[in-house]
């Protein structure tokens, strides 16, 4: 049976043409506006309240709308937002470095190995200086200079110091700030807030996005909600790798049943493999830690000359040290992209000269920088990360040198939308991580939470106000025939799931399902590997059907039986990740297809048959996915072969 068909292609008919430099400019005057009058009527549903959801929810309730906010988190501050840690990029250029919001753009087409849009991406730089003002009024404690202006370092895949920062704490600072900016609106009575409430389906009406269903976690009551649109803010779906930094409840659940109710998904087998991880220690663990890309700036990466040198780190000379990533790469070092720096790591051990107990690591060593700079220093940059460490670890980073490997961590995959981030499902708009739009192929460090904070507080406050120009709409309720089918349709796979009572754990289905991701669709993909990748996943999702037990009932609190809805969702997309990577015959960013690489290993593009984005159609399951293309122009920053030496 074929894997997929191809459809017709589809285009971004909401972005301007002309100079690059005033598209959104002109965007935001073309657009539709709705009146103060206007928009107390209208309701706009808000799911998650991570950075672009928490901001978007209160800087539309700020406008005017009345918002209903949804997460499965007992507040919304737990979103996972809360645990990115080294920074938040802008092209402010107060190092006078050279940084530009052009160079910001060009260092996210390129980051993104030219798979990205190119207006998208330089609206994204352009906002990126407003997102910092924004962040100071709200109090956010970034670090400052001596003299009292904000401090920024370096991140990978850049040669300037644009990300500004928290110590190692800056997406829990941005996160408070969008949570009172939030508050304060719940407060008002603005925004009606529903935490551990999950959405488990989308209400369409006439094409259009008009609700969602969702359970209580804590009672089991199921109830439809009703808005003139939808904007899915819920984040991405690492967490198919069971293993990953991702929280635990981080699932695909939201963007997967709107996916199957009409929403295309894009690029689904881009993930990003963070190069600076904790390593696994053993099969007891559930997710991995993150270790901030931050300290890749000051901390060195090496491994040992010598395969199987088990000698303390403190004992092996300088001489028979690899300095690998300075080696290859001597232009950027230790700053090369993500892509490039877990790659690396991983061929290095997969040579015989990894670290640790697993031979599954690498050094990240601050020797030279304790001396140079001194332990105080270090301390007021990266105190609290190093304190996680040893936590963790039971190494103290000041002494020995960190060891790190590669981590699923990132989803530049998502819900495909246009430029004004609507989804191709009328009045379903979806931000943040949750959409694909801005990183292409791979993400550069301190985007994601720039992402977040452009498209909530700046985007799509303007651009929803175009859609909902068209209303009013007519009233919908739970009697409408949408909205029953869609109801049904949940509490039959609740009844399903319950009813199977069989032999194995939702846990043990999703260890077992990461375990071939990871094997297979990992940081190196192969023909072969997807196929087989592609049958064991059939296979075991035929078993799951059968074997999961989910023990308890609907009617309370349950959290296997919302672990084994994410999981049910976790296996479709787990095929639709293979089969878009299998199709994908070159490799770029975080896609790596062993087939396809240059003489010195790097990632080879092919441009000619595919500079495009994979827009996926859902079908009957069983049924093979249907293919959209949409193509890549690249006016301002003509793809090359991406070089960091």
Same mark, same amino acid.
């Given at each position: 049976m074929d894997l997929f068909t191809e459809g017709d292609p589809i285009a971004d008919t909401r972005a301007p043409d002309g100079p690059i430099e005033t598209r959104w400019e002109r965007r935001r005057f073309e657009a539709k506006l709705v009146n103060p009058a206007n928009r107390r009527k209208m309701t706009v549903i808000v799911v998650g309240t991570g950075l672009a959801g928490g901001s978007a929810a209160a800087t539309l309730a700020e406008q005017g709308y009345r918002v209903k906010s949804y997460c499965y988190q007992d507040s919304p501050r737990r979103a996972h937002s809360i645990a990115a840690q080294g920074g938040i990029n802008a092209a402010k250029n107060y190092r006078n470095d050279g940084d530009s919001v052009h160079r910001l753009f060009y260092d996210t087409v390129k980051g993104g190995d030219f798979r990205s849009r190119e207006s998208n991406v330089h609206r994204l730089a352009e906002v990126s200086v407003n997102i910092i003002d924004q962040c100071v009024a709200q109090g956010v404690p970034f670090a400052r200079e001596y003299g009292g202006l904000l401090d920024?370092?370096?991140? $990978? $895949?850049?040669?300037?110091?644009?990300?500004?920062y928290a110590r190692g704490q800056t997406g829990q600072q941005l996160l408070l700030g969008a949570y009172q900016a939030l508050e304060r609106?719940?407060?008002? $009575?603005?925004?009606?807030?529903?935490?551990?409430?999950?959405?488990?389906? %989308?209400?369409?009406? =006439?094409?259009?996005?008009?609700?969602?269903? #969702?359970?209580?976690? #804590?009672?089991?009551?199921? &109830?439809?909600?009703?808005?003139?649109?939808?904007?899915?803010?819920? !984040?991405? @779906? !690492?967490?198919?790798?069971?293993? /990953?930094?991702?929280?635990? !409840?981080?699932? #695909? &659940?939201?963007?997967?049943?709107?996916?199957?109710?009409?929403?295309?998904?894009?690029?689904?087998?881009?993930?990003?493999i963070h190069p600076t991880c904790i390593p696994v220690s053993g =099969?007891?663990?559930?997710? %991995?830690?993150?270790? /901030?890309e931050s300290l890749r700036n000051d901390g060195r990466v090496w491994v040992p000359k010598a395969r199987g040198d088990d000698r303390d780190p403190r004992e092996i000379p300088e001489d028979e040290r690899d300095y690998y990533l300075e080696r290859i790469y001597p232009s950027f070092g230790n700053l090369v992209p993500r892509d490039i720096a877990s790659r690396a790591a991983k061929n290095v051990c997969d040579e015989g000269r990894g670290v640790g107990p697993t031979k599954l690591g690498? @050094?990240? =060593?601050?020797?030279?920088?304790?001396?140079?700079?001194?332990?105080? +220093?270090?301390?007021?940059?990266? !105190?609290?990360?190093?304190?996680? @460490?040893?936590?963790?670890? $039971?190494? =103290?980073? @000041?002494?020995?040198?960190m060891r790190i490997y590669p981590a699923v961590h990132y989803t530049m995959g998502g819900l495909w939308v246009d430029y004004d981030l609507q989804s191709t499902i009328p009045g379903l708009f979806v931000i943040g991580?949750?959409?694909?739009?801005?990183?292409?192929?791979?993400? %550069?460090?301190?985007?994601? %939470?720039?992402?977040?904070? +452009?498209?909530?507080?700046?985007?799509?406050?303007?651009?929803?106000?175009?859609?909902? +120009?068209?209303?009013?709409?007519?009233?919908?309720?739970?009697?409408?025939? +949408?909205?029953?089918?869609?109801?049904?349709?949940?509490?039959d796979r609740i009844q399903r799931l319950l009813a199977i009572d069989g032999d194995r754990t939702v846990d043990s289905f999703h260890r077992e399902l990461g375990q071939i991701m990871w094997e297979h669709c990992g940081m190196e993909r192969s023909e072969a590997g997807l196929r087989k990748a592609i049958d064991e996943i059939r296979a075991l999702r035929d078993q799951f059907w059968q074997r999961v037990r989910v023990p308890g009932n609907g009617e309370g609190l349950n959290q296997s039986l919302e672990k084994a809805g994410r999981v049910a969702d976790f296996f479709e997309l787990a095929e639709l990740m293979c089969i878009d990577a299998l199709h994908r015959e070159e490799s770029c960013g975080g896609h790596f297809r062993a087939e396809h690489q240059t003489p010195e290993g790097e990632a080879q593009r092919d441009d000619e048959r595919f500079a495009y984005v994979a827009a996926w159609e859902f079908t009957a399951t069983g049924e093979p996915s249907v293919l959209h293309k949409e193509d890549l122009n690249f006016e301002y920053v003509h793809p090359t072969q991406r070089s960091y030496k």
């Open positions: 920024t370092r370096s991140f $990978g $895949g850049a040669q300037v110091q644009r990300t500004f609106q719940i407060g008002l $009575g603005n925004v009606e807030m529903n935490s551990r409430h999950e959405m488990l389906e %989308l209400i369409v009406v =006439d094409g259009k996005a008009r609700g969602i269903v #969702v359970r209580d976690m #804590v009672t089991g009551e199921i &109830t439809s909600e009703f808005a003139d649109a939808v904007v899915l803010a819920s !984040g991405g @779906y !690492g967490n198919v790798f069971y293993l /990953s930094t991702n929280a635990k !409840g981080c699932n #695909v &659940t939201a963007t997967w049943r709107a996916h199957r109710k009409g929403a295309y998904f894009a690029n689904p087998c881009y993930t990003q =099969d007891h663990q559930s997710k %991995l830690t993150l270790m /901030s690498v @050094y990240l =060593d601050f020797a030279d920088a304790i001396d140079r700079l001194g332990r105080k +220093a270090i301390e007021a940059k990266y !105190g609290n990360l190093f304190e996680m @460490y040893e936590r963790i670890t $039971g190494e =103290d980073p @000041y002494e020995v040198p991580e949750a959409n694909f739009s801005d990183h292409g192929a791979n993400r %550069l460090g301190a985007s994601a %939470l720039m992402q977040g904070l +452009a498209d909530g507080y700046f985007v799509l406050p303007n651009t929803v106000a175009n859609y909902l +120009a068209a209303g009013p709409f007519e009233k919908v309720d739970a009697t409408h025939p +949408a909205a029953v089918e869609a109801r049904r349709d949940v509490e």
